[in-house]
């Protein structure tokens, strides 16, 4: 008998590895924050002594999804305004309320409250991008979520927490020296879109991102006026001017891309980025929908993202999933697109890939850490069950999400959060409330 | 004081009248099963004596939703196939499957096991279409929801329930003998469709509704095959071929129609039929996607509906109402399409005007029917809250539905249904899936 720290047992695991396995009555043998093996139940229990034995008996286990594209503190301003035209809900709305009110406190009070959302559906990994990252770290040391935070560049924009594009680049490397050895918090370069960052700093960016090996998250082609402004501007997409620059690469987080010339396409082929994918605000917004199956088809690596709670109005990956696979079968016009395997793994090792820590995490095998969910099946609303892939994607809700283990720790156990206070969390959301309203 | 049944108090009630008024802090006062007032909490209490007083203190009380397409039972089918085309969907596992093991048995049970659902994600009235109405009905009778239940009628496609167009009627209009004065179930017509309904069954059921003054629910431009075959077969459009036969008139419920011609638009227009919009089927089964906008701008109702669950594969009208909203906004390249508050209404009033009930549910007034449901807002998940209709249309989840009331009976308090046994409906849908996996 081998010593190992966990022993989980559940009624499904699904890897998502390559060949897309689902094995019924297996077990997850964990030691030392890693995965051991994966082996059937009841040969786990003759092989291992564990510490601590989980039987999630109505579950299906599967790798923590991983949330490529968050802007966590706005979870503070959800909901504040809805339902207007994108220029009319910033100007009037977002940026007035971001400019009066973005500070360390409301970013680490509103990425807390955001990590409570994300590990209660489920995500066990964000890529966010906003301002006073220090704060966001901190929070995501707290929440023990594996964290990928975003070095915000914008030329010309201040912001309490920058002024200059200087001051954006100072900030950031402060940060990234703060945290360039931490084990679950990486820093990544964030420059904000080819519309409000220069030449210039896109420059510095890359040749910073190449010294220190990381990746670089843009907001890029999200609706078609970025389209018409560019190619009135500089004769080109903003893929393309990425592209003169040299920066579309495997390093390069290209999110939205609703817009994709057949020029595009080629790039994209030959630079192999990825592509973050986020359909509910991409149709809140009314910014397009990104061309997902044809980009699967040609091996581009598509991740999901639910972007920010004031634009989506949510963290939910689980739902962001659902919506993922009938916009994305309604864009293609085929039925067979994103099936629900292949939705789960954009919202697993897609992201992962994405990130650069597939090696890592992402899917469930030996060798890589324990980060992991457990999602209760048996319930009315995913009763029969015949393909328990199906009931994730297709009818599944974040509720149904009892349990969430990062790094061999476990953050949500049978719906209750273990490392952060739900009932002081809601007692700082209606502060900000309050002050934001009156 | 006034003695009265019910004093329901609530941090927001939602009226889902033509005002859209939201009140803060109001209570529903329930006599006889009907609202008799909604006034100020503090009102209330001198005013009435109440046998049982509720607090819902961090909730939002609304009329209960109403689904306006189903076809419950075929929650027992739910994922058992799914990312396929449709065709190679219905003929190769939905119909076999259906040919096989359609029954009173497996009607009663699946619909059963659709109605907990139903219940636990806040409606309280659906629109159903399938075989063995009986089974439908008895199971409603249990659970204590209001049901619409159609009369299907296809000519030439035998089933367990009947073999002949002469069969289909006989079956239907004995159902229609029994349950013809019910208080809470009403049988609608539901000619399947254009093209599996003669020209003679369709102006039989045109008389028969005329005579019993019954709503005709009918599948009408799903998708661009049907256009397509209709065309090709009458050179015209389902819709023209009932124009034809002068059924476009507003007891006509056209189920769909993701296609609209613009010669469609004005017969809409003059007959003033409703729509149910199913947006989730639309978009899994590639249908297209119906122009909710266009149609709410010249005045034609749309309800919402989700479809049965083989398809959708849910009957969450909670997440309905958030993909209606999202594909609306896309569909009208317009963020103001599709309003939260428009979203709202129709999924309660305007369902109830479709199915002919505006005077007795779909809205909270005095004088209407006590359906109406508690969804819980103090949720890390739709806090902060600025404006509830919003967290509800695009925050909240199914499982924040914490009571749900119809015609002044409780069916779910506190998240537990009252009338249905989950643990047994669980068991049976076990049942159901054996028998049918192997």
Known sequence: MENIDYLIHAKWIITCEENNRILENHAL?????????????????????????????????MPGLINSHTHLAMNIFRGLADDLELMDWLT?????????????????????LAM???IRSGTTCFN????????????????????????????????????????????SLEFYQQYKNHPLIVPTFAPH????????????????????QLKINIHLQEAPAEMTASLAKHGKTPLQHLDELDMVTPQLIAIHMTQITEEDMEILQLGNP??????????????G????????????????????????????????????????????????????ISTLRMATVNGAKALGIHHVTGSLAAGKAADFIAIDLEQIETQPLYHPESQIV???????????????????????????DEKELLQKAQIWRTRIKN
């Open 128 to 171: 966010d991008m906003y301002f006073f990252l220090g704060a966001t770290a901190r929070a995501a040391e707290i929440s023990g979520m594996r964290a990928h935070i975003g070095m915000t560049i914008i030329d010309d924009v201040p912001t309490a927490w920058a002024k200059t594009a200087d001051e954006y680049f100072a900030r």
């Open 29 to 61: 043998a964990i030691k030392d924050n890693k995965i051991l093996a994966i082996i059937p139940n009841n040969v786990a229990q003759q092989k291992y002594t564990a510490a601590q034995t989980e039987h999630y008996t109505s579950h299906a286990v």
């Open 193 to 212: 879109s080819t519309y409000t960052v220069s030449r210039k700093s896109l420059e510095r960016i890359k040749q910073l991102a190449h010294d220190y």
């Open 116 to 118: 409570a959302e994300m």
């Open 274 to 287: 990825s592509i973050v994918h986020c359909p509910e605000s991409n149709m809140k917004l009314v910014s």
């Open 289 to 340: 929908a990104c061309p997902v199956d044809q980009l699967l088809k040609r091996n581009i690596n598509v991740a999901l993202g639910t972007d920010g709670a004031a634009s989506n109005n949510d963290l939910d990956m689980i739902s962001e999933m659902r919506s993922a696979a009938f916009l994305g079968k309604l864009t293609a016009n085929d039925p067979k697109a994103l099936s629900a």
């Open 92 to 112: 009037n709305y977002i940026w007035p309320a971001e400019g009066k009110w973005v500070s360390d406190e409301l970013v680490y009070d509103g990425s807390l």
């Open 394 to 420: 297709y009818a599944a809700s974040r509720n149904q999400v009892t349990d969430v283990w990062v790094n061999g720790k476990q953050l949500l156990k049978n719906r209750q959060l273990t490392t952060l």
